[in-house]
C-alpha cells in the first residue's frame, strides 16, 4: 500500500510516500512545497493546489495520512494553514484518494508511546521504522513521514482487530 503522508501548512507543506508491505516501510519520495510570502494567499493555494495534484497524479497514492488541526498557538498562522489544508482534502477528494487524518498528539502516541513526546523522540522513531540513519533536513518533511508511519500502525491494528 502506498501511503502519502502530509504535513499541511502556508509556507511550507512536507509530504512523503511510503510503501507498507508485509510489516515492512520503505521510504519511496519525500520533500515540500514551499510558497513565498510575498505573494498572495491566493496565489500560494494555487501553487499549493497544483503541486499536490502533480505529487497524487505521478504517485497515486493509495492513501493519505494527513495532520488534523486540532490546537493552534499562533492565532494568525492558523486560517492559512486551514485554507492550505482544504485546498489538498480537496484535491485529495478530486482524485478519489482515501483520507485518514491524525493530530500530533495521536501521531506522537502512535510512535513514541507518549503524546507529548518532543521532536527528537519522533525523529528518532521515524529513523527506527525506515532503518536509516539520516533524515530530511526540513522538520515538515520528517512529519509528513510520521504522520505516514503513524498511519501503517492504525492501518495494522485494524486488520489485527478483524
Known sequence: MKILGIDPGMAIVGY???NFENDEITLLTSG????SKGERESARLLEIMNDIETIIETFK???CAIEKLFFF???????PVA???GI???MLEKHGVE??????MEVKQVLTGYGRADKKEVENMVKISLGVEMLPKLDDTVDSIAIAICHTRSCA???AVV
Open 16 to 18: 512523503s510516500l511510503i
Open 32 to 35: 515540500s512545497i514551499q510558497t
Open 61 to 63: 497514492p493509495d492513501v
Open 73 to 79: 498557538r499562533n492565532q494568525t498562522t492558523v486560517m
Open 83 to 85: 485554507h492550505a489544508r
Open 88 to 90: 489538498i482534502l480537496a
Open 99 to 104: 483520507i485518514a487524518e491524525y493530530t500530533p
Open 157 to 159: 491494528n485494524a486488520l
